[in-house]
């Protein structure tokens, strides 16, 4: 058996014709990325997130613009999240025909039909206590919030969103949805499941641009423990029985290995969230001269890529959309 000094493995890495023509597949394609959007009440708004630089707030009237040029890019998706103006207990702007998401749904679909626009189905950013669903007694309830969801999915479909995505980690959410789409003449409308979901301190700047903090306690009595893999593969697995098109794994870079578990378990497209801690953590180093930016964003990329994800909600998705260019 040949061993050093006749394998030498530097053999294959010397030139970069060499390197390219055995590098493995993993490869960053602008048709796998999905670009967060963030959509408030308003006219002539657009605010910077100060913890995420470079990720702006839009106004209805502004999205337009924002739209045609991710468009422009090549980028061939979105998914939209909303700050609505008022907030109760129920999150009742969620599913208002005329709220926030549904506007926004309209005038995206006005202006480039065919981005395939992913909507964030959840409560959090609607309800006054900041919770991901309704909250009785200090709990969030999980069958009280089946049917609210169930709404906001369906005008969601009904304002013309391509796909939905619930991220609320309720217990049967996926089977509520897909049962009520399917009764609105929604049946071809479908379902990334943020499935396995963890309780993670990666979601912090989000919760910053989306007005979303939990006004009390935690999400941890419906987001997952992060110490739990295992319990990760049940979650996708009920999310898949209840209809689910799409599996989610949230948040990425950290949860590596369940990426790769989940992809070689189950043979569903799985997606994963490359979240905004994530990019805060990139864009705070690189801002400093510590990293690289670009390197630093394209390796972390090809290793969500490489654990087994076929598409990555990112916000870097502008950004190695000019670099691919
Ligand atoms: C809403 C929701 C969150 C994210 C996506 N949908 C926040 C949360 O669960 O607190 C996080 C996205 C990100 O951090 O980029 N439930």
């Not at 002539?44 to 913890?51: P, Q």
């Not at 919760?207 to 423990?225: I, T, W």
């Not at 098109?245 to 043979?267: E, G, Q, S």
């Not at 805060?280 to 630093?296: C, H, I, N």
Request: proline fraction near 5%; charge should be negative.
């Amino acid at each position: 058996m040949a061993n050093f000094p006749e394998i030498r493995m530097r053999r294959l890495r010397r030139t970069e014709g060499l390197r390219k023509l055995f590098g493995e597949t993993p490869r960053i394609e602008l048709s796998d990325l999905i670009h967060p959007l963030f959509v408030v009440e308003g006219t002539g708004v657009k605010e910077e997130i100060s913890s995420m630089p470079g990720i702006f707030r839009h106004s209805p009237d502004l999205l337009p613009g924002e739209v045609e040029e991710i468009a422009k890019l090549g980028i061939s998706a979105v998914i939209l999240f909303g700050i609505p103006k008022n907030k109760d207990e129920v999150g009742s702007g969620a599913h208002h025909p005329k709220g926030i998401v549904q506007k926004a749904i309209q005038v995206i679909k006005n202006t480039v039909p065919e981005l395939v626009l992913v909507t964030d189905v959840c409560l959090c950013e609607y309800t006054n206590h900041g919770h991901c669903g309704a909250v009785i007694d200090g709990y969030v309830d999980n069958d009280k919030t089946l049917a609210l969801l169930a709404e906001i999915a369906v005008s969601h479909g009904q304002a013309g969103a391509d796909i939905v995505a619930p991220s609320d980690m309720m217990d049967g959410r996926v089977m509520a949805i897909r049962k009520s789409l399917d009764k609105n003449d929604l049946s071809l409308v479908p379902i990334i499941s943020y499935a396995a979901k963890y309780a993670s301190a990666f979601y912090g700047p989000f919760r910053e641009a989306a007005e979303s903090v939990p006004q009390f306690g935690d999400r941890l009595s419906y987001q997952m423990n992060p110490s739990n893999c295992r319990e990760a593969l049940r979650e996708i697995k009920q999310d898949i029985v209840e209809g689910a098109d799409v599996v989610m794994v949230k948040p990425a870079l950290a949860y590596l290995d369940v990426i790769h578990k989940v992809r070689d378990t189950f043979n569903y497209p799985l997606a994963a969230y490359n979240v905004s801690g994530e990019y805060s953590m990139v864009k705070a180093a690189a801002g400093q001269g510590w990293l690289d930016e670009r390197k630093t964003i394209m390796e972390i990329l090809t290793s969500i890529k490489r654990a087994g994800a076929d598409v990555i909600i990112t916000y870097h998705a502008k950004e190695v959309a000019k670099w691919l260019k």
